[in-house]
């Protein structure tokens, strides 16, 4: 838990269509608010059924079938985009904080915040975008933590990598809801390593 009266952080992922920016479509969308640990995971129905990649589907696991409402399953468990982006809103706006202090962390944070900005833009609904331009990426943290220690990983800043580090089990690896669980462990032992640090330095 970490307490903020100013600022809401919330760790998230997300696992898409496919890696092309301005065309991919979030499938699974899943959020962590770090004040109290409370997770809520969403599964969205693509639209653009043009652009989904199956390698893609064949790395998250999501099926064809079920993001296309082509399956009872799909039609009962992925929603569409412009109700999850409402529900969304709705469960952020429970923090009472203003959306520029609200701050996305995660493991290359860059594409699951740009992925997100775009289904609100794909939905008209750029305005009420409730994230700020504030990122923590926990993937950066970590190779900058390092480089200044002069001891970067040769194997890499991958999520597997820094969980395999700080001794993290990830139940199911490339799904939103697992990766986020993961992810926010790695971060907050980011956050303890570096106040042990401080306190050491003050010592």
């Known amino acids: 838990m970490i307490d903020n009266t100013q600022y809401s952080f919330y760790v998230g992922d ?3 269509t496919g890696l092309i920016l301005g065309e991919s479509e979030i499938i ?13 995971t969403w599964l969205l129905k693509a639209k653009n059924t043009a652009t989904i990649d199956m390698g893609a589907l064949k790395i998250n696991g999501h099926k064809y079938e079920d993001i296309t409402h082509s399956s009872k399953h799909g039609k009962e468990n992925y929603k569409e985009p412009s109700q999850v982006i409402v529900e969304i809103e709705n469960w952020l706006m429970e923090d009472n904080v203003s959306t520029i202090n609200r701050i996305l962390c995660g493991q290359n944070v860059a594409f699951d915040h740009y992925m997100m900005q ?5 939905n008209n609904a750029a305005d009420s975008f409730p994230f700020s331009r504030r990122m923590l990426d ?13 001891s970067l ?5 991958s999520l597997s990598n820094l969980a395999k580090k700080y001794g993290v089990k990830n139940e199911k690896a490339h799904s939103a809801a697992a990766d986020t669980l993961t992810t926010k462990e790695i971060f907050k032992k980011q956050i303890e390593q ?10």
């Not at 699974?28 to 809520?40: C, H, M, R, T, W």
């Not at 993937?139 to 480089?147: G, H, K, N, W």
């Not at 990983?153 to 800043?157: A, H, M, Q, V």
């Open 14 to 16: 997300v696992e898409t």
């Open 28 to 40: 699974e969308l899943s959020l962590i608010n770090l004040a109290n640990d409370s997770q809520k």
């Open 118 to 122: 775009f289904l609100w833009k794909a």
């Open 138 to 150: 926990t993937m950066q943290i970590e190779m900058f933590c390092d480089l200044a220690q002069s």
């Open 153 to 157: 990983l040769k194997e890499g800043y």
């Open 194 to 203: 570096m106040k042990s640090l401080f306190l050491k330095n003050k010592a």
